[in-house]
């Protein structure tokens, strides 16, 4: 029985190593922005350029202009009996389009959300506000760069 069991997971071993698994951020998928583009809020473009400029790799063979129209708006979510809000949600909307050589590759919108409560402090509602806008520009800085590392292994 146990030989059987040692067998087992040598095969299982073998078959898994050679299926050709590999991470998508271990690849070779280097690309280069000629010119990033964003339209909205100064402050939020200022920080999602930033993070992108960071991806942009100057001697890559790949080279695209990236230009993004970037919203962002926020919701009163929960109130509480007297009607005062609890809770908002902050939304930041991206609409991409990616470029190469003024042929447009693609157009997607990526929407990113987050929820902060309302301090008795207006000082740390503010700060929580802040903490949530920050996220979400992250998370939407690593959407955009994970969609075009995947347009990019094509």
């Known amino acids: 029985m146990r030989k059987i069991k040692i067998s087992l997971y040598i095969i299982i071993i073998i078959s898994l190593s050679s299926c050709g698994y590999s991470k ?4 070779s998928n280097e690309f280069n922005f000629n010119s990033i583009k964003i339209d909205g809020n100064k402050r939020l473009s200022y920080i999602l350029k930033n993070n992108l400029s960071l991806l942009s790799k100057p001697k890559s063979k790949k080279s695209y202009d990236l230009y993004i129209n970037l919203t962002s708006s926020k919701t009163s979510k ?7 809000t609890t809770r908002f949600n902050m939304v930041l909307n991206g609409d991409l389009k ?3 050589n003024n042929k447009v590759i693609t157009n997607r919108s990526f929407s990113v959300n987050n929820d902060y409560d ?5 000082s740390d509602t503010i700060r929580n506000e802040k903490n949530s806008i ?3 520009i992250d998370s939407l800085s690593e ?12």
């Open 24 to 27: 998508l951020s271990n690849q």
């Open 78 to 84: 929960i109130k509480d009996t007297t009607g005062k």
């Open 98 to 100: 990616l470029t190469d």
């Open 118 to 122: 309302v301090s008795n402090n207006h």
């Open 134 to 136: 920050q996220n979400n």
């Open 143 to 154: 959407e955009i760069a994970k969609y075009i590392q995947l347009i990019n292994l094509n």
